[in-house]
């Protein structure tokens, strides 16, 4: 279960922000991290694995946790310090996670006794910090909050909008929630592998709604793209040349732009593939559910997905959307898929 979430990085700043919803609070700079301790990391799929190495390249010592010994040589050469063994975590002053899904973030914080997991909880010591940087559930950011605060330790989220090519550039920007004072202490850890920090309030889930929703965003304009492009290439117009109109007039957002260039070129490598973006749209119906607010744009976009998944674009990026708009529209497209 544990494991993780390419198009061009966002655009760079000079500095890192942080802000308290739209309020600018502060910056950070781009130099070596204040001693910190062991930094743990748990989650190293393509997103992780490139946030940890910018961690280590500022001088921060990273055991990174992984379940395969194939990884080691790997992570080694980023300069982390990889280890198969859990418990190593447990001195660690902080631990940050990546993970793909709720399970998986469950597990590792209360353990699994049929492998013999000692989760995170019971491991680390009273005054550590779990800063969870996945895209999970309100409920269960909620529970793991409540787990850690039964043990004295600290839970801060803090889940990223961003590709792995973001990531790798520093410029992820995240939405945080905690303690203000946990918050705070992760603060430098987050000057260093995003452009800016927003801290969306005292309440760890708030985070996790904030980026779910955020994502229905994405998703819907993905798929409103898709549906245009193939309306454009049924009349047997270059969809490009509209595209270039929308995103120089109304539509100037990096949504649009970047991703609507991919779905006109048909590029649909993978950054977000398409069941863990159907994991956050399920996710986030749920949310809206919960809250007696109905997003029926949302539910078009789930079951856009499962027809991608069905007709074989699980690898495909989320951006495939367009690519099934096509074939609904009875338009014969070859995805260009290019190989990391």
């Known amino acids: 279960m544990l ?32 001693q910190l301790g062991d930094i743990g990391f748990v989650g190293l799929g393509r997103m992780g694995t490139a946030m940890a190495a910018n961690l280590a390249a500022s001088g ?16 080694e050469a980023l300069h982390l310090a990889p280890t198969t063994d859990f418990t ?18 469950h597990e590792i914080v209360f353990g699994r006794e049929d492998i013999g997991l000692i989760g995170l909880a019971k491991g680390l010591k009273p005054g550590a910090v779990h800063l969870s940087m996945s895209t999970i559930s309100t409920a269960t950011a ?15 989220a803090a889940p990223v909008f961003g590709n792995p090519a973001a ?8 939405a945080a929630a905690g303690a203000p004072a946990d918050v705070e202490r992760c603060q430098p ?11 969306m309030g005292t309440n760890p889930a708030d985070a996790n709604l904030f980026k779910l929703l955020g994502n229905m965003m994405t998703a819907t304009a993905l798929e409103m793209l898709g549906e245009i492009v193939a309306v454009i290439r049924k ?22 732009k970047l991703y609507g260039d991919r779905i006109v070129a048909q590029s649909y490598e993978a950054g977000f593939v398409m069941p863990l973006a159907l994991k956050d749209v399920r996710l986030a119906l749920t949310e809206a559910e919960n809250a007696g607010a109905p997003m029926p744009s949302v539910g078009v976009v789930r079951d856009r997905m499962i027809t991608g998944i069905a007709r074989g674009h699980a690898e495909l990026d989320w951006t495939a959307l367009g690519l099934i708009a096509a074939e609904e529209a009875g338009i014969i497209s070859t995805p260009t898929i290019t190989s990391n």
């Open 3 to 34: 494991k993780d979430d390419s198009s061009p990085a966002l655009a760079s700043p000079a500095a890192h922000k942080t802000t308290l919803l739209q309020h600018p609070t502060g910056f950070g700079s781009i130099g070596h991290l204040p």
């Open 60 to 75: 921060g010592h990273v055991i990174a946790y992984v379940r395969s010994p194939d990884h080691i040589d790997r992570l």
């Open 88 to 105: 190593k975590l447990f001195e660690c002053n902080v631990v940050i996670s990546m993970l793909p899904d709720d399970d998986a973030a």
């Open 142 to 156: 909620s529970r793991l909050a409540s787990e850690h605060e039964r043990h004295g330790q600290a839970f801060v």
């Open 167 to 174: 990531a790798s550039a520093r410029q992820l920007f995240i």
């Open 189 to 199: 850890l987050l000057q260093k592998l995003g452009q800016r920090t927003f801290v």
């Open 235 to 256: 009349r047997g117009f270059d969809p490009q040349r509209f595209l270039d109109l929308m995103t120089s007039t109304n539509f100037g957002g990096r949504v649009h």
